[in-house]
């Protein structure tokens, strides 16, 4: 990955008409119905961006979305990129440093997630607190890191407190369940064994998801502020577990998602 390189995506993206979004948005599993809500919608499909990967996953579609949400410009990835998928993790983080060149202040992140904290439920929103990296390297882990900001990034309190607070101000507000806990990142793609569950238990995660991870920590090494927010899918209870049905983990991620559309577009308005 070069300067260079995202100048490219950049140029293009500006080109088609991305100017200056405040905000940016990135949609996990089954989470795609946010763009509905966006006025003046222009779109750049991963395939024509420059040094864009590709979301082969089939429930992900692949494009940048811009234009106003809640009178804010924004711009949104309607698909993301996993280890899963055979991406480094440069690769997944890419999408972030292009949002982050075009201009935006912010970055929301929304995931499909299971509950390993059994008093949660599916359903459940769970603002992300904090987070546990298993996913056995990092995204900042390559030679020229230093051309990009500092190499070695503090993450003391990775996710943005004051829009953390005021979230949950809202979710009050509107009288939606918002679960707070830490989000286990794992490699996937398969689900993970009871003895895993266990593990993931012990040391103190609250849900556990594919995602998400090394794109916060390369928005803390852009010093953007960053809030994330899993839809919890599935509940892992390692004495009854049940085989997971991935049908069912999207209609549960569907119907929780008018939600998260309402806490994000309300807290885009108010920050």
Do not use: W
Not at 163 to 187: D, F, H, N, P
């Amino acid at each position: 990955m070069t300067q260079e390189q995202i100048n490219d995506s950049v140029a293009f993206l500006k080109d088609k008409g991305f100017e200056q979004p405040e905000i940016g948005i990135i949609l996990g599993t089954g989470l795609g119905r946010l763009v509905d809500e966006i006025e003046d919608a222009v779109e750049a499909h991963y395939h024509n961006i420059p040094f864009f990967p590709l979301a082969t996953v089939e429930f992900h579609t692949g494009k940048l979305i811009y234009g106003t949400l809640s009178g804010k410009k924004v711009v949104v990835m309607q698909g993301r990129f996993h280890l899963y998928e055979g991406y480094n993790l440069q690769d997944i983080t890419y999408s972030v440093r292009v949002m982050r060149e075009l201009g935006i202040q912010k970055l929301f992140i929304s995931n499909a997630a299971g509950a390993v904290n059994l008093n949660f439920k599916k359903g459940d929103l769970m603002l992300i607190d904090d987070h546990i990296n298993i996913q056995g390297s990092s995204p900042l882990a390559f030679k020229n890191v230093s051309d990009f900001g500092d190499r070695f990034v503090d993450m003391a309190a990775p996710y943005d407190q004051e829009m953390c607070s005021k979230i949950e101000q809202i979710a009050v507000k509107k009288g939606i369940t918002l679960r707070k806990g830490v989000y286990a990142a794992v490699v996937g793609p398969q689900l993970e064994t009871r003895a895993e569950y266990r593990m993931l238990k012990i040391i103190g995660a609250d849900a556990v998801g594919m995602s998400t991870v090394p794109e916060v920590i390369v928005a803390n090494h852009l010093r953007l502020p960053v809030i994330a927010v899993s839809v919890l899918t599935d509940e892992c209870d390692p004495d009854n577990l049940a085989a997971v049905d991935i049908k069912e983990i999207l209609e549960i991620a569907d119907k929780a998602e008018p939600k998260m559309i309402e806490l994000f577009k309300a807290l885009i308005k108010d920050i």
